[in-house]
């Protein structure tokens, strides 16, 4: 196209500058983060340029009579051919010509400016029909210039009168905009685009600058606890949010990046929910609440990031997420992942309840993000049988199955059934995790794809033969009868399968289970209940659940007396009795009520009417027992006469003390009163004495019955301790009447120890010579068993007697809780002390010998045992 000729495009300028002005900006209070940016960049020049600078202020007044707000500096000013470079012409930056000249000089990372487009004074023509600037250039004193323009193709320049080295900005504010003239929200716009430049700015002729001037990580700080606190204390004066955990961020690499984040208590089920931050770049604000710089992951972040590298818009009202952004996001995201690393190490209690606080969204996201899965999914807690745990601590705790290497995971997916499978569990020492909760199924099993080495059993369901044993045929035979009548009183009606099998503890006659699609219930029922799905859907999810019935079944422990003598019952015909069939409804709904199975109404009107069968036996046959009352006299006469000679012959017994040091302890038996003694005194008192360096066996009379009857039982206890304690606090008769016959009965060389916490009445026993007095602390907190054995413990250290009875014992009592903390089970540890009551006796017995006695010990563990107790043995003797 040889003959093709060239033209310029002509542009209509009338009216231009208010067209892109309004166009560009979202923000009618633009004008505000623009005009202060120019006074920054300005101050920042001249500070450059004369190293004697005043201190740089920024003057904002408000004449709301004439309409105008002017912007007032005392910066570096504009010469005349500023004016026409910079100031008059749209697309040309007097602030980025500064840059490149500091940037020629290698100076750029010393001075912070703010400008970039040169289209900062466009802003004034959103709210103003016409700007006047009067500025005095450093660089020229002796002439001020006055520009005016109203937003048209023509601008005016002449002579100014000012005097002072700066610039003024004066905005005459259109009638359509004079809200902006409110001195109120023109200081909200101040705090919001410009709190954090460095320079004070003073609103009208207010003494106290508007701005904050510096962010916490703009400042500096004598200890890593003091900079913690005031970024705290920063969030929580900008935030309405209660802050979990606080995170300064003080990146240097890819990018810099300085801010704090902070874990917020706020939780939402929105699927589209994001982390959110406050974005500023070089101090002044950019947006709030951006969605994107966060990752995905991150939706319970919130907090302020500053940095310079972040590409903005024309507008500078947001940012571009182009690839500096994307490295941003993925720096901040490692920062985040650290710190929840970290936090599980130094704090796991706090960090365990972050993350079951935000369990749905920090579960969710990791479901959709591995390499977020793969950084937390060792640290994330569960409910289990033992309290809450990660998988870290799982693995490290739980039985494996035979020797082929890896780690096995129970688990079982209905959580309001959780009671029955820690029961059930802990009677076959099963380390279980409770995954009923949302995610948090799939959140294992992804665990377990992602790890090769781990083997998952779902013990609920069709997976729970895990839990229970099947019997033989020849006993399944017998149980026939039994299994007959169970189907004719209560599976028509409640439940739809039946079983007789074993399991532990033999203590439960019955258990339900649900059926292996039982998960897809539990998801109905969430759907019903999900207000982001559709209405119709959330209505066939209603008439589904209302449609299908889960399978429930129904376990018949064969182990259970209660049950075995059913059986009996059943197999001699004797069924037909009234108190057989209410049996056999309580049994079964005892069981689907101990599992917490979703009850229909059917099931609800079944067990209700067991129920009220079962109360209105009790009463005929307790009114059968009032008749029979009357007939007991003579039986009464003999069970006095029987506890009398039992008193007797317990204080005609010769009673043998053990070669350990017993200590006898009288608490009140009703101890719900006033002081949880069961729960902190007395194990405070073991605390104490079953360990270094005392190690006696501390007991009630209650522990253990010699005898059938109270009083001779009590005597026997009495006779056969070394020392004695008391509480007197709630001035129990009990007490008081078992510390008489502690006196009296007492030899000299026993002591006499009387326990009162502080805030109890105090008795006066100066009379009673020898007492040991000793106060403890009235506490009532999770830390009450330490507090309370730290007080005794530095009290029974100071009595001579005390100590001196401690140094007469032959042997050291075997307490479980030395055996426990070496790996036993607690029925294992008990077992092991009423047989061996000490160190000695356990250690020197023959392994073949203690397994006569002791049974169900897992393999190896008594070797164990023995041969810890043999190591402890010798340090105490060391000591000793």
């Known amino acids: 196209?040889?003959?093709?000729?060239?033209?310029?495009?002509?542009?209509?300028?009338?009216?231009?500058?208010?067209?892109?002005?309004?166009?560009?900006?979202?923000?009618?209070?633009?004008?505000?983060?623009?005009?202060?940016?120019?006074?920054?960049?300005?101050?920042?020049?001249?500070?450059?340029?004369?190293?004697?600078?005043?201190?740089?202020?920024?003057?904002?007044?408000?004449?709301?009579?004439?309409?105008?707000?002017?912007?007032?500096?005392?910066?570096?000013?504009?010469?005349?051919?500023?004016?026409?470079?910079?100031?008059?012409?749209?697309?040309?930056?007097?602030?980025?010509?500064?840059?490149?000249?500091?940037?020629?000089?290698?100076?750029?990372?010393?001075?912070?400016?703010?400008?970039?487009?040169?289209?900062?004074?466009?802003?004034?023509?959103?709210?103003?029909?016409?700007?006047?600037?009067?500025?005095?250039?450093?660089?020229?004193?002796?002439?001020?210039?006055?520009?005016?323009?109203?937003?048209?193709?023509?601008?005016?320049?002449?002579?100014?009168?000012?005097?002072?080295?700066?610039?003024t900005v004066l905005l005459h504010i259109s009638d359509t905009y004079r809200y902006v003239l409110n001195s109120d929200e023109l200081r909200k716009s101040i705090k919001k685009y410009a709190d954090f430049l460095p320079y004070q700015i003073f609103l009208n002729d207010e003494r106290a600058p508007v701005n904050a001037v510096n962010a916490p990580w703009h400042l500096n700080f004598t200890s890593e606890y003091e900079k913690l606190q005031e970024y705290a204390l920063f969030i929580a004066r900008r935030f309405p949010d209660f802050i979990l955990e606080v995170l300064p961020i003080e990146l240097k690499d890819p990018y810099p990046v300085n801010g704090v984040l902070y874990i917020t208590d706020r939780r939402t089920l929105d699927e589209n929910a994001t982390g959110l931050v406050d974005v500023y770049q070089n101090r002044m604000f950019v947006m709030s609440n951006n969605r994107t710089l966060l990752p995905p992951w991150a939706r319970f972040m919130r907090g302020v990031i500053d940095s310079p590298a972040l590409t903005l818009t024309a507008s500078r009202d947001t940012i571009q997420m182009d690839g500096i952004a994307r490295e941003i996001t993925e720096a901040l995201g490692n920062v985040i992942v650290r710190h929840l690393q970290g936090l599980a190490q130094s704090n796991p209690t706090h960090f365990e309840e972050i993350m079951k606080w935000h369990a749905f969204h920090i579960q969710n996201m990791a479901l959709d993000y591995n390499d977020f899965f793969d950084a937390i999914a060792e640290l994330i807690p569960f409910d289990t049988n033992r309290g809450p745990m990660n998988l870290q601590r799982y693995r490290e705790q739980s039985l494996r199955i035979g020797n082929t290497g890896g780690y096995d995971i129970f688990y079982f997916r209905e959580r309001s059934s959780a009671a029955q499978f820690y029961m059930l569990c802990n009677e076959k020492n099963l380390l279980v995790i409770n995954a009923g909760s949302i995610f948090e199924d799939e959140f294992i099993e992804k665990y377990a794809q992602r790890h090769p080495d781990v083997r998952l059993h779902l013990i609920s369901g069709a997976g729970g033969d895990i839990l229970f044993e099947r019997l033989t045929v020849d006993e399944m035979r017998a149980f026939q009868p039994l299994e007959a009548e169970f189907r004719k009183v209560v599976i028509q009606n409640m439940l739809n399968e039946l079983r007789i099998v074993r399991f532990k503890p033999n203590t439960l006659p019955a258990v339900t289970i649900l059926a292996g699609d039982a998960n897809l219930q539990r998801e109905l029922q969430e759907a019903r209940s999900n207000i982001r799905l559709s209405g119709s859907l959330r209505v066939l999810a209603e008439r589904l659940l209302k449609e299908r019935r889960v399978p429930i079944t129904i376990q018949l422990n064969a182990d259970n007396p209660t049950i075995q003598q059913l059986a009996q019952m059943a197999a001699n015909h004797m069924t037909h009795n009234e108190a057989y069939q209410v049996a056999i409804r309580a049994i079964c709904s005892n069981a689907i009520l101990l599992a917490l199975h979703l009850i229909t109404p059917e099931m609800a009107q079944a067990i209700f009417t067991s129920s009220n069968n079962t109360i209105k036996l009790l009463i005929d046959q307790t009114e059968q027992l009032q008749e029979l009352q009357g007939r007991l006299s003579a039986t009464q006469l003999a069970l006095q006469a029987k506890e009398k000679q039992e008193m007797e012959t317990a204080q005609r017994e010769q009673i043998t003390r053990s070669k350990h040091i017993t200590c006898m302890v009288a608490l009140p038996f009703n101890d719900n009163a006033t002081f949880a003694y069961k729960s902190v005194l007395f194990p405070a008192l073991r605390k104490v004495l079953e360990q270094h360096p005392y190690y006696w066996q501390v007991a009630r009379a209650d522990e253990k019955y010699y005898h059938s009857t109270v009083h001779a039982n009590v005597a026997r206890w009495l006779r056969q301790a070394h020392a004695y304690i008391a509480d007197i606090s709630d001035l129990n008769a009990n007490v008081l009447l078992e510390l008489g016959y502690m006196f009296w009965g007492k030899e000299p060389w026993q002591p006499v120890i009387v326990l009162q916490r502080e805030q109890s009445n105090k008795v006066d026993l100066a009379d009673l010579g020898g007492i040991i007095r000793i106060t403890y602390p009235d506490v009532h907190n999770e830390h009450a068993v330490d507090d309370v054995a730290t007080k005794l413990k530095a009290e029974f250290a100071k009595d001579q007697s005390i100590q001196k009875l401690n140094r007469m014992k032959e042997e050291h009592y075997l307490s479980p809780f030395l055996l426990e903390d070496k790996g036993a089970r607690d029925e294992v540890a008990k077992s092991l002390t009423e047989h061996f009551p000490s160190i000695e006796s356990f250690v020197q017995a023959e392994s073949s010998h203690v397994k006569q006695l002791v049974r169900n010990v897992p393999p190896g563990l008594l070797e164990y045992l023995q041969g810890e107790m043999a190591k402890s043995l010798q340090e105490i003797k060391g000591h000793e």
């Open 1 to 167: 196209m040889a003959d093709a000729a060239r033209y310029d495009i002509k542009i209509d300028l009338q009216g231009l500058i208010r067209l892109l002005a309004k166009n560009l900006y979202t923000e009618t209070d633009v004008f505000v983060r623009e005009l202060t940016q120019n006074a920054h960049d300005s101050i920042r020049r001249r500070s450059e340029l004369e190293p004697n600078a005043p201190l740089g202020t920024i003057h904002i007044r408000i004449d709301a009579l004439n309409g105008t707000i002017a912007f007032t500096d005392n910066g570096a000013g504009l010469t005349e051919s500023e004016i026409h470079d910079y100031l008059s012409t749209i697309g040309r930056s007097g602030t980025d010509a500064f840059r490149q000249e500091l940037m020629k000089k290698g100076r750029q990372a010393e001075v912070t400016l703010i400008g970039q487009f040169g289209i900062g004074l466009l802003s004034a023509f959103v709210v103003a029909y016409k700007v006047e600037v009067e500025t005095l250039s450093l660089q020229s004193e002796q002439q001020a210039w006055h520009w005016t323009s109203e937003g048209q193709r023509e601008y005016e320049l002449a002579s100014g009168t000012r005097t002072i080295i700066g610039t």
